[in-house]
C-alpha cells in the first residue's frame, strides 16, 4: 500500500511564496491545496498562477484535508499565525526566523508539545547537497578536528534592490535576524551546539535613503542595529566569528569557512543549497573542489516541508526542527544582549545535531 501525500496549505502569498507554491511539483510526498492571505488578492493570484485555490486564513484552518500549515508570513506574524494553526490541529513549518521572540517561540513549542503537533522551521538550505558535503567530510575527519569556523555575511543594505525594504530596519529584522539563520543553522548542524556567546553591534547610518522603485527618495529611520558582530564558544569546543551587516560598500559577500587541525573547507553560501564545496587538507598548495554528495542543488525550498511530512508519514523526528530554530533564535537575541551588556552570556537552549540527510533522498 502506497503512503498518502501530506496535504499542506500556505499562509503568506508574497515574495517567497512562489517557489515554495511549486515545491509539490519536485516532492511527490506532498500535495499543497490551497494557499491564504490577509491580502486576498495576494492569495488569487498566487493560486491562479500556480493553479491552487484561493481561500481565507479562517477557511484554510478550517480544512480538515490539510496537516501541515507552512507560514510564509512576515516575522513579525509568525508567532501569531503559527499558533492558530496549532490551535487548529495543524503541524506548522514557518519561514524563518522562528518567531521574533523567545517567549512567543517558547509558546509555540508548549502548545505543539501539548497537542502532539510538530513544529519545522527554515532554513532548510542545510539539507542541500552543499551544505551536506559539509556536513559528511567534517563527520568523516577530512579536516580533523574543527578548531575555528568564519561566517560572514557582507551586505549594502536592501534599499537597493528591495520593493518596500523600511522592514529590515525595524524591530525584529536587522541583518543578524533575517541573514543569521542561514550561517547559524550551518554552523550547528555541521559542529553541533553553542554555548557562550559574545556580541558587539550598532548602527552606524541612523537614516538611510531608498534607491530602488518604486518608493526611491524615501528615508529610512533606522531601529535596530546594522552591524553586527558575534563570537561563539561550541560545545565541543570549536570558536566561531560571525558577522552580519548592511553597512558595507559589499552588496553581497556571503563567506564560511571552517578551520579544522588538518585543513580547512570553504562551505557555500548558506542561503543557498549547492556548492562549490572547497577543501584544502594541511600540506595541499590548492583549493580543491569537492564533488557534491546530494541531489538538491537548486532553489529547492520546501525540502525542509518535504521532510517533516515523511516524517510525519513514518513517525520519526524531522530535521528542520523547532528545537534547532529555538537554538538559533536563541543565540541571535543574545548577541545583541551581550553587545548591550557588554559582557559574555552563557545560553539556556541547547539542541542535538539532525542526522544527515539520505544522499539520493527524493521526498517520494
Ligand atoms: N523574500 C525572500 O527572498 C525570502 C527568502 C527567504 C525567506 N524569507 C522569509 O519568508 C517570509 C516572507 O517573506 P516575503 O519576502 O515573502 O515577504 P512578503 O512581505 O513579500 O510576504 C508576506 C505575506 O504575508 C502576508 N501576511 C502578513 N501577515 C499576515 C497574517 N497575519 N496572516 C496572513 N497573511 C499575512 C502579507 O500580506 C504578505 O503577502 C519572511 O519570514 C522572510 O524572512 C524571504
Known amino acids: 500500500m502506497t503512503t498518502p501525500p501530506v496535504t499542506v496549505g500556505i499562509i503568506g502569498a508574497g515574495n517567497i511564496s512562489s517557489v515554495y507554491l511549486q515545491a509539490d511539483r519536485k516532492f511527490a510526498n506532498i500535495r499543497i491545496t490551497k494557499v491564504a492571505d490577509i491580502d486576498m488578492a495576494r492569495?488569487?493570484?498566487?493560486?491562479?498562477?500556480?493553479?491552487?485555490?484561493?481561500?481565507?486564513?479562517?477557511?484554510?484552518?478550517?480544512?480538515?484535508?490539510?496537516?501541515?500549515?507552512?507560514?510564509?508570513?512576515?516575522?513579525?506574524?509568525?508567532?501569531?499565525?503559527?499558533?492558530?494553526?496549532?490551535?487548529?490541529?495543524?503541524?506548522?513549518?514557518?519561514?524563518?526566523?522562528?518567531?521574533?521572540?523567545?517567549?512567543?517561540?517558547?509558546?509555540?513549542?508548549?502548545?505543539?508539545?501539548?497537542?502532539?503537533?510538530?513544529i519545522g522551521c527554515?532554513?532548510?538550505?542545510?539539507?542541500?547537497?552543499?551544505?551536506?558535503?559539509?556536513?559528511?567530510?567534517?563527520?568523516?575527519g577530512a579536516i580533523g578536528k574543527p578548531v575555528l569556523a568564519l561566517a560572514h555575511f557582507l551586505s549594502a543594505g536592501m534599499e537597493w534592490w528591495h520593493p518596500n525594504p523600511a522592514f529590515f530596519y525595524?524591530?525584529?529584522?536587522?541583518?543578524?535576524?533575517?541573514?543569521?539563520?542561514?550561517?547559524?543553522?550551518?554552523?550547528?548542524?555541521?559542529?553541533?551546539?553553542?554555548?557562550?556567546?559574545?556580541?558587539?553591534?550598532?548602527?552606524?547610518?541612523?537614516?538611510?535613503?531608498?534607491?530602488?522603485?518604486?518608493?526611491?527618495?524615501?528615508?529610512?529611520?533606522?531601529?535596530?542595529?546594522?552591524?553586527?558582530?558575534?563570537?561563539?564558544?561550541?560545545?565541543?569546543?570549536?570558536?566561531?566569528?560571525?558577522?552580519?551587516?548592511?553597512?558595507t560598500s559589499e552588496k553581497y559577500t556571503p563567506q564560511l569557512t571552517i578551520y579544522g587541525t588538518e585543513g580547512a573547507l570553504q562551505c557555500p553560501d548558506p542561503n543557498t543549497f549547492g556548492g562549490p564545496v572547497r577543501l584544502k587538507r594541511k600540506g595541499d598548495e590548492h583549493w580543491r573542489e569537492m564533488p557534491l554528495r546530494g541531489r538538491w542543488v537548486e532553489n529547492d525550498r520546501g525540502l525542509g516541508v518535504a521532510e517533516m511530512a515523511a516524517a510525519i508519514r513514518s513517525q520519526r523526528p524531522h530535521r528542520a526542527s523547532a528545537e534547532l530554530a529555538y537554538h538559533v533564535l536563541d543565540l541571535m537575541h543574545a548577541f545583541h544582549e551581550s553587545a548591550e551588556q557588554t559582557r559574555h552570556l552563557t545560553l539556556a537552549s541547547t539542541c542535538a545535531r539532525p542526522e544527515p540527510l539520505p544522499e539520493d533522498w527524493s521526498g517520494a
Request: proline share 6%; net charge negative; glycine share 8%.
Open 43 to 118: 492569495a488569487r493570484a498566487q493560486a491562479e498562477k500556480f493553479g491552487k485555490q484561493a481561500v481565507t486564513v479562517e477557511d484554510l484552518l478550517a480544512d480538515p484535508e490539510i496537516e501541515v500549515v507552512v507560514n510564509l508570513t512576515v516575522p513579525q506574524a509568525h508567532a501569531e499565525v503559527a499558533l492558530k494553526a496549532l490551535e487548529a490541529g495543524k503541524h506548522v513549518y514557518n519561514e524563518k526566523p522562528l518567531a521574533t521572540t523567545r517567549q512567543d517561540a517558547q509558546q509555540m513549542i508548549a502548545l505543539a508539545q501539548q497537542k502532539g503537533l510538530r
Open 122 to 140: 527554515a532554513p532548510d538550505t542545510f539539507l542541500g547537497a552543499g551544505l551536506q558535503t559539509c556536513r559528511r567530510l567534517i563527520d568523516e
Open 170 to 247: 525595524k524591530p525584529g529584522a536587522g541583518p543578524m535576524f533575517d541573514m543569521g539563520p542561514y550561517y547559524l543553522t550551518a554552523l550547528i548542524t555541521l559542529l553541533g551546539p553553542a554555548q557562550q556567546v559574545s556580541g558587539m553591534a550598532r548602527i552606524t547610518y541612523p537614516e538611510r535613503v531608498i534607491t530602488s522603485e518604486p518608493l526611491r527618495g524615501q528615508r529610512i529611520q533606522v531601529e535596530v542595529p546594522t552591524l553586527v558582530i558575534g563570537l561563539i564558544a561550541f560545545a565541543e569546543g570549536a570558536l566561531a566569528h560571525i558577522t552580519t551587516t548592511f553597512d
